[in-house]
């Protein structure tokens, strides 16, 4: 699976778009960029997966790069239970051994 | 719907015990995987189960880690003569078709180790 890297946190106006990006520079070609969150003391939640499309769903949309070296999670109007750590991973289709890293703790502001 | 169900949410062991953490999957769903989330670390896989099998057991520890899901009752994470080292959150999540990359997660067992 290819690493991926995540700014430590970020913070956001409730109602505007916020906007999470993540490098997986090395991805192969059949691996996806999955996308989950972790509100806290809750377990994961998936929000999105895409290949190389852009991706669009009743949580957020997903934005990937033509080289596929990076993408972007889209939550069009945060609010304050968007609060969360925001995890990008890769895989294969089917996958289910994620590695989720320290992931982005998004902040919500009032 | 109940959602993936995980008890106890805390647990406290001293060294040398045996902790015994329960998932029970969402209805309809006969496919369980355990993660372990270290302290300011990221969620890594364990194990991965279907009823009364072990499909893939690649992140566990060789020693002292077990797991089962049998045909009746929840999937159970035994860990034997516990060390401080095994403190962490272990999340459970399930799926109801086999290795489905949308997996629901269950809200965790916080295991502590004096």
């Known amino acids: 699976d290819a690493k991926t890297t995540q700014p430590t946190s970020m913070d956001c106006a409730e109602g505007r778009a916020a906007n999470l990006p993540c490098n997986h520079s090395t991805i192969s070609g059949n691996e996806y960029v999955y996308w989950y969150r972790q509100i806290h003391s809750q377990g994961p939640q998936y929000i999105i997966h895409g290949l190389k499309n852009n991706e669009t769903n009743e949580m957020a949309s997903l934005i990937i790069t033509e080289d596929r070296k990076s993408s972007t999670l889209i939550l069009p109007h945060a609010t304050l239970r968007d609060t969360a750590v925001y995890y990008c991973t890769s895989g294969t289709s089917g996958t289910y051994k994620y590695i989720f890293g320290t992931g982005t703790r998004l902040k919500v502001l009032a | 719907n109940a959602g993936v169900m995980q008890n106890p949410r805390h647990l406290v062991r001293r060294r040398g015990q045996e902790a015994r953490l329960r998932c029970s999957p969402m209805?309809?769903?006969?496919?369980v995987y355990w993660y372990r989330q270290l302290p300011e670390e990221g969620l890594k896989f364990m194990v991965y189960l279907q009823k009364e099998n072990i499909i893939d057991e690649s992140g566990m520890p060789k020693e002292r880690f077990s797991a089962e899901f049998p045909k009746e009752g929840p999937s159970i994470l035994r860990i034997q003569q516990v060390v401080r080292g095994d403190s962490a959150a272990y999340f459970c999540?399930?799926?109801?078709?086999?290795?489905?990359?949308?997996?629901?997660f269950g809200s965790g067992t916080q295991l502590s180790v004096l």
């Open positions: 999540a399930s799926s109801p078709v086999a290795s489905n990359e949308k997996l629901f």
């Open positions: 209805k309809g769903h006969s496919h």
